[in-house]
């Protein structure tokens, strides 16, 4: 918090160069999420639907109990905690609160969705495959979305229109 009452935050070498730092991995992320998504699946509803419920003609498995488990076990705790560090740079972003809690929300909502509807394509019902997809989507959009704020925050130089929904002391 320090860094950005007392405008450090946009004059910071060693911050911005962890945003920055941080940044290119999360990038990395996104792009291999999504390069290892299309290369299981496209995205369809069929393509998602033969993933996990299997396909004769494309001689695909149905997805285990035991196989989502561990996908869930890893992206469970490895999501969270990528969400978690990338939310909290929001708390120093100079933007109105409504559009924090929509970058802070949407992207913890989408990883669970995107999670979630895995299992539910498997032992619910296909149409789940559409809130597959939204979720994918939306996750990925968001993580995006955070990473552009945190960097436009970090190295715009002026802390100045920082809002926490408070006035800061003198200003």
Request: glycine residues 10%; proline residues 3%; aromatic residues 14%.
């Amino acid at each position: 918090m320090r860094f950005v009452v007392t405008g450090e935050f946009g004059r910071n070498r060693l911050l911005q160069t962890i945003v920055l730092l941080y940044s290119l991995y999360v990038l990395g992320l996104c792009l291999t999420n999504g390069l290892l998504f299309l290369d299981r699946m496209s995205l369809s509803y069929a393509s998602v639907v033969d993933y996990y419920l299997g396909s004769e003609e494309l001689f695909l498995s149905p997805r285990s109990y035991r196989g989502l488990l561990e996908i869930s076990h890893f992206h469970l705790f490895a999501m969270g905690m990528q969400i978690m560090v990338l939310t909290h740079l929001m708390l120093f972003v100079p933007i109105g609160n409504r559009v924090k809690l929509w970058l802070i929300v949407l992207p913890f909502v989408a990883g669970l969705v995107d999670e979630g509807s895995g299992w539910a394509v498997r032992y619910v019902s296909p149409a789940f495959a559409w809130s597959k997809l939204a979720g994918f989507v939306v996750l990925e959009a968001s993580l995006l979305a955070l990473v552009g704020t945190a960097l436009w925050a970090t190295f715009r130089g002026n802390a100045s229109q920082y809002r926490s929904g408070e006035e800061l002391p003198g200003g």
